[in-house]
Nanobody, 124 residues
Framework: QVQLVESGGGLVQAGGSLRLSCAAS????????MAWYRQAPGKQRELVAA???????NYADSVLGRFTISRDNAKNTVYLQMNSLKPEDTAVYYC??????????????????WGQGTQVTVSS
C-alpha cells in the first residue's frame, strides 16, 4: 500500500504564511500527478493546486498568485507554500497522489491515495 503523511498545518493570522508538506511512502513504483485539496466546514472538497511529475502546475482561481505547489521527486514529497493567507482559506487540507505501486509477487498496479488531512486556520 501507499501512505501519504501531511504536516505543516496550524493557526496563523490573516496575511501570514504556512508551508504544507506531504510525503508518500510504501511500495511505490512511480508517482505521477500530486495535488492539494481542501474542505471547509459545510462545503465540498475542492482542488487547490496540482502538479505533474514534470512540474506543470494548475491552481484554483482563489489561490492563484498566493499559493505555490512544488515537489521533490527524489523524496516522493509535494509541498504547498501558502502566502497572504485569508480567513476563507481556513479548511482541512488533503494531499492526493496518483501513481503505480509494486505488487507483492510481480508487476504493478495503479493507485490514488489520500492523506489524513491537516487543519489550516486563518484568523482575521
Amino acid at each position: 500500500q501507499v501512505q501519504l503523511v501531511e504536516s505543516g498545518g496550524g493557526l496563523v493570522q490573516a496575511g501570514g504564511s504556512l508551508r504544507l508538506s506531504c510525503a508518500a511512502s510504501g511500495n511505490i513504483f512511480s508517482l505521477s500527478d500530486m495535488a492539494w485539496y481542501r474542505q471547509a466546514p459545510g462545503k465540498q472538497r475542492e482542488l487547490v493546486a496540482a502538479i505533474t511529475r514534470g512540474g506543470s502546475t494548475n491552481y484554483a482561481d482563489s489561490v492563484l498568485g498566493r499559493f505555490t505547489i512544488s515537489r521533490d521527486n527524489a523524496k516522493n514529497t509535494v509541498y504547498l507554500q501558502m502566502n497572504s493567507l485569508k480567513p476563507e482559506d481556513t479548511a482541512v487540507y488533503y494531499c492526493n497522489a496518483d501513481g503505480r505501486r509494486r505488487l507483492e509477487n510481480w508487476g504493478t498496479r495503479s493507485f490514488s491515495s489520500w492523506g489524513q488531512g491537516t487543519q489550516v486556520t486563518v484568523s482575521s
